[in-house]
């Protein structure tokens, strides 16, 4: 990952991933207790993910007039599926959605990404989330795919 705020947040949820053990040992619950808790984390990584790598995108490529424009808008993203994920990238250049697409389909990233965002909004409005820490740790392996992904399409090697 190369944007140095999402990279900052990833090393952190890693962080938090790595100490469950330690801080819950072998009792379940608190086990399912923050499994729910990094769901939420990885979902708002995720959602930030999408605006920080578009914003700088448009920081670099347009005029400064434009690039505020972009930004405001990118700000008002919120609980992305990978069907927002799709639309903004073919917002900004049509193939890159259909390349977004293509990638998410495969290896069962849409599911992590959908499922993430799904339990989110179970957790957040209290209702029953069985979301395990093993699950949520594969899901956001997979998510952070698709935020790598994104980052190189807007990159300028990686413009189609």
């Given at each position: 990952?190369?944007?140095r705020?999402l990279?900052?947040q990833?090393q952190?949820?890693?962080s938090l991933?790595?100490?469950?053990?330690?801080a819950?040992g072998?009792?379940i619950?608190?086990?399912s207790?923050?499994a729910k808790?990094?769901?939420v984390?990885c979902?708002?990584?995720?959602?930030n993910?999408?605006?920080?790598?578009y914003?700088?995108?448009?920081t670099?490529a347009?005029?400064p007039?434009?690039a505020?424009?972009?930004?405001?808008?990118?700000?008002?993203?919120?609980?992305p599926k990978?069907p927002?994920?799709?639309?903004?990238?073919a917002?900004?250049?049509?193939?890159w959605?259909?390349k977004?697409?293509?990638f998410?389909n495969?290896?069962?990233?849409r599911?992590?990404i959908?499922?993430?965002m799904a339990?989110r909004h179970?957790?957040?409005?209290?209702d029953?989330?069985t979301i395990?820490?093993v699950?949520?740790?594969e899901?956001?392996?997979?998510?952070?795919?698709?935020?790598d992904?994104?980052?190189?399409?807007?990159?300028?090697?990686g413009?189609?």
């Open positions: 990952m190369k944007n705020e990279n900052r990833l952190a949820l890693n991933f790595d100490r469950t053990k330690d819950c072998d009792d619950e608190m086990l207790h923050w808790y990094l769901c984390l979902a708002g990584f995720l959602e993910s999408l605006k920080e790598v914003t700088t995108f448009c670099q347009a005029s007039a434009v505020s424009y972009a930004n405001r808008k990118l700000r008002k993203i919120q609980n990978t927002a994920f799709i639309g903004l990238a917002e900004f250049e049509r193939t959605g259909e977004l697409k293509e998410v495969d290896n069962g990233r599911e992590a959908d499922s993430i339990n179970r957790i957040a409005h209290g029953t989330s395990s820490l699950q949520i740790k899901y956001f392996k997979k998510a952070i795919e698709v935020v992904f994104i980052e190189a399409q807007c990159l300028p090697s413009r189609a």
